[in-house]
């Protein structure tokens, strides 16, 4: 299976590393909880870091991951492995971040695929940084990129119009 992810340039030293998730809570896990989030598709993965990034970033280089698991790893569907249905479109995403706090403390898989808060029909896979098959991701491609200016129109109209 094939997952994308997309990082700042500046962290190119540690692709993989979780320490981020570690020091701060993300939809899915709690501060503290080793996972790293990626994408089933280029465009989700670049979608999903859009969307996080204030305008003074559009000019920062960011970095491209294709990264394979390995042929035997396992990635479970989060609506397979929930004692209860999670609403994971919530403004508060407490429910989700229990649910994968849970799987992450008692799966053997690892991965977690969960429905993408941007796109429904799309999936984000969780990667669980405690399984033994960690280790084994292989990083295929790593390519530099600066977001397309097109996308950052509305927001530098917006920042023009306030002075900035």
């Known amino acids: 299976m094939i997952v994308w992810r997309i990082i700042r340039k ?14 701060w809570p993300g939809r899915w896990h709690s ?39 390995p042929a035997d790893a ?22 989700a971040r229990a649910a994968g706090d849970r799987w992450a403390r008692r799966s053997e898989a690892l991965g977690l695929s969960v429905p993408s808060v941007l796109s429904s029909s799309e999936r984000n896979v969780l990667l669980r940084a405690a399984s033994p098959l960690y280790a084994q991701l292989q990083i295929r491609s790593s390519e530099e990129f600066l977001y397309d200016e097109r996308m950052w129109k509305g927001e530098t109209r917006a920042a023009l119009k306030r002075g900035k």
Request: proline share 5%.
């Open 31 to 69: 501060a503290g909880t080793a996972i790293l989030y990626t994408a089933a598709s280029e465009s989700l993965a670049l979608l999903e870091k859009f969307v996080h990034l204030a305008l003074e970033f559009r000019t920062i280089p960011h970095v491209k991951l294709c990264i394979e698991l």
């Open 74 to 95: 396992v990635v479970e569907n989060i609506e397979d492995v929930g004692d209860r249905p999670v609403n994971w479109r919530s403004d508060d995403p407490t429910a």
């Open 10 to 23: 500046e962290f190119v030293q540690s692709p993989l590393s979780v320490e981020g998730a570690k020091a």
